[in-house]
């Protein structure tokens, strides 16, 4: 596992190899990061993991702040599973040349769920995306359906400006069923219990939508009920078509999507 500290390192290295599976992170690597590094190895000859808390995507400064990082860490445990070929660690300016907003704009259409609640965030990922994809110009980049919504907006753009292929990874849960994230690190066990409680709701409400005509009252009632039941904030409780991501009146081909916070964590998921 060669480690990759700026471009020009990074350029030398990767210029002979034309089948590479990369899998972008932001560190805090868990068994949910370990699933796309393996489904790399399989289709990919060579796979390379970048690490960068990208500060553009951040539309909180103390979110930015108090994100996990632990390069160390994250390197050992890199190093144990013997399937990565380059881990890129760059610095800011390897990825932008100034520190200007993004002009990478979401569609209206778009500015729904996390979009429509952090301003600004999905502009930052999508310019980040771009950068990498430009620099380490792989064939196939990984990304989970955890942040269902980052790995459509991103799909969108880079398959269509890039010949790179972006393919979609199953959420990898915790034996409770919680979906693994970094953030995950920032929470106590009890949070984490609460967490899992949450998601077997969750899963009871989806059981549930049954009558096309009331699905949206229905869920507003459920996430009123979740917000007093385990006393969170609940940014939005949506049922919207995998396809389009548009508000969905049926359960095929839809997922249920969920962001709240617990404890000043705001936590993501969808089923
Ligand atoms: P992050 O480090 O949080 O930016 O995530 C890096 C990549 O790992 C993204 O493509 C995420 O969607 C993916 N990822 C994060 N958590 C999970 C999970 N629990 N299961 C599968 N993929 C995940």
């Known amino acids: 596992m060669k480690i990759l500290f700026n471009n020009a390192s990074l350029f030398k290295s990767l210029r002979p190899f034309n089948d590479i599976g990369f899998i972008p992170t932001m560190g805090g690597i ?60 760059p610095k800011f300016k390897d990825i932008y040349k100034d520190k200007q907003k993004s002009k990478i ?35 196939k ?22 010949e790179t292929k972006v393919i979609s990874c199953k959420t990898i849960r915790d034996k409770n069923k919680v979906a693994l994230s970094s953030r995950n690190f920032l929470l ?8 899992a409680n949450i998601y077997k709701k969750l899963e009871k409400i989806k059981k549930n939508i049954k009558n096309p005509k009331n ?16 006393k969170i904030k609940i940014d939005y409780l949506e049922l919207r078509d995998e396809k389009n991501l548009k508000i969905s009146s049926t359960k095929k ?10 404890n000043n964590v705001r936590l993501i998921d969808n089923l």
């Open 30 to 89: 868990h068994q949910g990061h370990l699933s796309l590094i393996k489904k790399s190895n399989k289709l990919c000859k060579k796979t390379i993991v970048s690490i960068f808390v990208n500060p553009k995507q951040f539309n909180n400064k103390k979110d930015l702040e108090s994100y996990p990082q632990n390069i160390k860490k994250d390197l050992n445990i890199l190093k144990k599973i013997k399937k990565i070929d380059f881990v890129y660690l």
């Open 105 to 139: 704009k979401i569609p209206k259409k778009d500015q729904i769920l996390c979009a429509k609640f952090r301003k600004g965030h999905f502009e930052g990922v999508l310019e980040v995306m771009n950068n990498l994809t430009k620099i380490v110009n792989p064939q």
């Open 253 to 262: 081909n839809s997922r249920l999507f969920i962001a709240y916070y617990l």
């Open 141 to 162: 980049i990984f990304m989970g359906e955890k942040d269902f919504q980052q790995l459509y907006l991103v799909k969108k753009l880079l398959e269509k400006k890039y």
């Open 188 to 195: 106590k066990k009890s949070d984490l219990n609460i967490a």
């Open 215 to 230: 699905i949206l009252t229905f869920l507003k009632s459920q996430k009123k009920e979740l917000t007093n039941n385990f």
